[in-house]
């Protein structure tokens, strides 16, 4: 079963970090050294995880040495997929170790690296979740499940354990971003500029 659930906006501080990182991740070529923001950004997303995962606990009447394990997928800077032969590379920034050190609990994180270095899109865990969520809840293949996040992707389900997965094209991520460079806020908010278009 799941249990609570909640979240927590990034502190502006992070959150300008983070911005300013992935300007210089769009801009880091195949085999230069790893940008210094980088390590910087890591250890700042850190930190908020732990602070965010402090006051949830707290919160629900827990502490960090009542879970097994704490899953930590980062801050996405850099994606690209493969194409045109050539293998894809994605960025996720979090650091793991330092979080397992401040929590006491084993740290799982850069779920996305070893899929999109084995060819893949880069979404390995998103399958995995939509096919156990498609079986609990009694649905039956052919399945479809669209998530749109920063990126969207799709899962196919095709019956027993076979799953396709894959990227679509932008999400909210670019969404925002072209909200945010007119000056008209940090999302489209209510979808007031996504109800004047018109379907294709």
Do not use: C
Request: charged content about 20%.
């Amino acid at each position: 079963g799941f249990g609570p659930a909640g979240e927590r906006k990034l502190s502006e501080p992070v959150r300008d970090l983070l911005l300013e990182t992935t300007r210089v991740a769009q801009t880091w070529g195949r085999g230069d050294p790893r940008p210094a923001i980088f390590d910087e950004a890591a250890a700042a997303v850190a930190q908020e995880h732990y602070e965010a995962g402090s006051e949830f606990l707290a919160r629900h009447g827990l502490a960090w040495s009542d879970l097994d394990l704490v899953g930590m997928h980062g801050q996405t800077v850099l994606h690209e997929r493969p194409a045109d032969g050539r293998a894809g590379r994605t960025v996720q920034l979090g650091d793991g170790q330092a979080l397992a050190s401040r929590t006491g609990i084993p740290v799982a994180f850069d779920f996305r690296s070893a899929d999109v270095a084995a060819g893949g899109e880069g979404a390995p865990l998103a399958p995995i979740y939509h096919l156990a969520r498609a079986r609990a809840s009694g649905l039956k293949a052919p399945l479809a499940v669209l998530n749109i996040g920063g990126v969207a992707n799709v899962t196919f389900w095709r019956g027993g354990d076979d799953v396709a997965a894959f990227d679509t094209g932008p999400g909210n991520g670019m969404i925002d971003q072209l909200v945010q460079s007119r000056g008209a806020g940090r999302f489209d908010e209510g979808g007031r500029y996504a109800s004047l278009g018109h379907v294709d």
